[in-house]
Structure formats: C-alpha cells, structure tokens
C-alpha cells in the first residue's frame, strides 16, 4: 500500500487550479498502488484553501501559520518532510510550476527519494509504476523508473484532468516542524494583474510573435473580442515586446486550452512544446511553409495585420 501526498499550489484564498490536475494523477497512482491519497496546504490564512481540497474527497492537513505564510523552499520543504513521514506517503505529488520547481527537489533531497518533474503520464504494471516525461521539448518521451522508496513528482496539469468534487475528507492541522535557520526572507510578491483569464486556465489563447514586429494590437483586440488569455514566443519576449509571463514553451508556460491561435508564429520546436496539447490550433502566418502550418488544424496564409481585422468583423458579423 502506497500512500500519496498531494502538495496544493494555491493564492492564500484560492486553490490553483493545476492542483485539481494534480490530484487526478496523485488518484491514478493511489488507485493502482492501494494506497490514501492525502492533501497538504501550507500558507497563512489558507482554511478555506484547504476545505476546498477536502471537497474533492481527500484528507487534508493544513499547515497554517505566519512562519510559512510565503512558500519559501527552505521552510516549507520541512513541513512537506513532516507530512509525508506523518501519513507515511510513499509517493509525493505537485503540479509542475514555478513554486514545486522550487519546494520539491529540496523535499527529494530531505526524503532521500528520487524525483521525476513534468510527468504527463504512467506506465508500467499494476504497483509498478513508471513515468513518462518529455525531453528535448517533447520531442522524446522518456519513461523512468524512480529505484528510491519514496518517490517524488511532479506532474504536467495539461496532461491530466481536473478531479472532481467527491464526498468531502476531514481536514487537520499539522504542527509545524523546527524551522531552524532559515537564510532566505520573502521581500515581495508582484502579482500580475490582468482582466484577462490566466493563461494557463484559459478556454481560449492567441499568441503573437516575432511576425507582430512588436505590435501587439490585433493579438490583444482579438483576445479580448473572444474572452481570450494572450501568449507570445520567446522571441517576442526577449524583444521587450510583451512581459516574459506571457511566454509559451519549453521555457515559459505549458497550455492546453480548446482553441489556440498563433499569429505571426513560425512553430519552432521550443515554442511548440508549450501549446501542442491544444484541441484545435489556428494559424495565420505569412511563410506558407512556416512550420507551425505541420501542426495547425486550421491554418490561413496571410498578413496578420490584414487578416486578423477581417476575423473580428466576421466573428461580430459586421
Ligand atoms: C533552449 C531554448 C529554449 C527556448 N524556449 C522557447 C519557449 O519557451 N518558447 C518559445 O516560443 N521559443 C523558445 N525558444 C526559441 C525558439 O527556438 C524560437 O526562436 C522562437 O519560438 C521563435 O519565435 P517566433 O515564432 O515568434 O519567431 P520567428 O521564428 O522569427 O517567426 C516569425 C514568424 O512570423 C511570420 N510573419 C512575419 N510577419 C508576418 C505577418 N505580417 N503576418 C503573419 N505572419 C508573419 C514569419 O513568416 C515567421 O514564420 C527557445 C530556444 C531555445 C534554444
């Protein structure tokens, strides 16, 4: 029997929704090998994130408290430490971002387990579990077996569904560790505010690159006419075009939504990696023989800044 520890992403009042993915693939592993899936919540102020865990059928341990109010990995790793001794896990999960980029290869470290990061799925048979992860921009699909114990992950949100709400878990606070010396204090969080829906959670995103020569206009008229999030390439971003959040790819953000439209995108590998799980990707690019065409279920050979203007009035039908 292999306990789970599923780590929650969250912003203090809200659970990220990439830890609804995650907790899909923590149910899949928990399912094939017997186990609990369990839930922690780290913060300040974070009960109500984790009554929003326990809705999806899970026991949570919150460690609430002003000593972890931001998620330093030097301390939170200690309280993810805690919780997996304490519920026994075997297996530690996170949704791949930033913040368990940061917190769970220093929980691999404490735990003595080896970890696997972007995991987009499982192989292997019964308990046996191994996992799949992209390499070289998705290009090779490796799949690894972790030898260690105990097993730490972290898994790709697009590539698993958001786990439904179930028959709610009991929720239990968990007395923080001896933090001991921590070297690194939190100065400030700059949250990107944006009436945009996040990129990440969005329905619908268009994209720019290097073709808008730094004019953004139709990408964002075109967002906004369709409730969309806006994405860029690399090449936009180092430009100075658009802020490096934005940034789709290998190197940026990961994004699956129903449609993805990319403007004045030439489709390198790099770029690619980062929006392939889309369900239907348009194109509008001038370069007939532009990659991203290869991969595009709809594609339009074209200036952006003529075409994209002629969509808005067709999709107002005007
Ligand atoms: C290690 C590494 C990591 C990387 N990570 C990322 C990453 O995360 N994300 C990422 O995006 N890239 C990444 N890159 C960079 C990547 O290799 C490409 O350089 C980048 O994606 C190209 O961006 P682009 O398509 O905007 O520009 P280009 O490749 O220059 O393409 C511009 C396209 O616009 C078209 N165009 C020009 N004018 C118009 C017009 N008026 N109307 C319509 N079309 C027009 C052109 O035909 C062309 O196809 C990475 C590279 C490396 C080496």
Redesign the pocket.
């Known amino acids: 029997m292999s306990n789970v520890l599923l780590v929650a992403e969250h912003l203090n009042q809200s659970l990220k929704k990439s830890s609804l993915h995650a907790l899909e693939a923590a149910r899949q592993i928990a399912s094939r090998s017997g186990g609990k899936v369990f839930g922690l919540v780290v913060g300040k102020g974070v009960g109500e994130v984790a009554n929003e865990l326990a809705r999806h059928g899970v026991e949570v341990l919150v460690a609430d408290d002003a000593r972890v109010e931001h998620p330093l990995a030097e301390a939170w790793s200690k309280v993810v430490e805690k919780a997996a001794k304490e519920v026994s896990a075997t297996y530690v999960v996170a949704a791949s971002g930033s913040q368990s980029k940061d917190v769970l290869p220093r929980v691999a470290a404490r735990l003595g387990a080896g970890m696997a990061s972007d995991v987009i799925g499982f192989g292997g048979e019964g308990a046996e579990i191994t996992f799949k992860r992209p390499m070289w ?1 998705g290009s090779v699909i490796a799949e690894v077996e972790i030898t260690t114990p105990v097993k730490v992950l972290t898994v790709r949100p697009t590539d698993f569904s958001a786990a439904q709400p179930g028959e709610a878990g009991q929720v239990r606070s968990l007395e923080l560790p001896d933090l001991g010396t921590i070297r690194t204090h939190f100065v400030e969080f700059r949250q990107v505010k944006s009436e945009r829906p996040p990129l990440t959670e969005a329905r619908i995103v268009v994209s ?6 730094g004019d953004f206009s139709p990408v964002e008229a075109l967002a906004d006419q369709l409730g969309a999030a806006v994405g ?7 430009a100075g075009w658009v802020p490096n959040d934005l ?7 990961t994004v699956a939504p129903d449609l993805y439209i ?10 690619v ?2 929006m392939k799980g889309s369900k239907v990707i348009v194109a ?4 007939p023989d ?3 065409f290869q991969i595009a279920d709809y594609g339009l050979v ?6 994209v203007p002629e969509l808005q009035k067709a999709l107002t039908g005007k």
């Open positions: 921009a720019g690159g290097r073709g808008t020569r860029a390439t690399r090449a936009a971003v180092d940034q789709v790819g290998q190197t940026g953000k990319a403007l004045g995108i030439s489709g390198a590998i790099q770029h990696a980062g509008i690019n001038k370069d532009a990659p991203i074209g200036d952006l800044f003529q075409v």
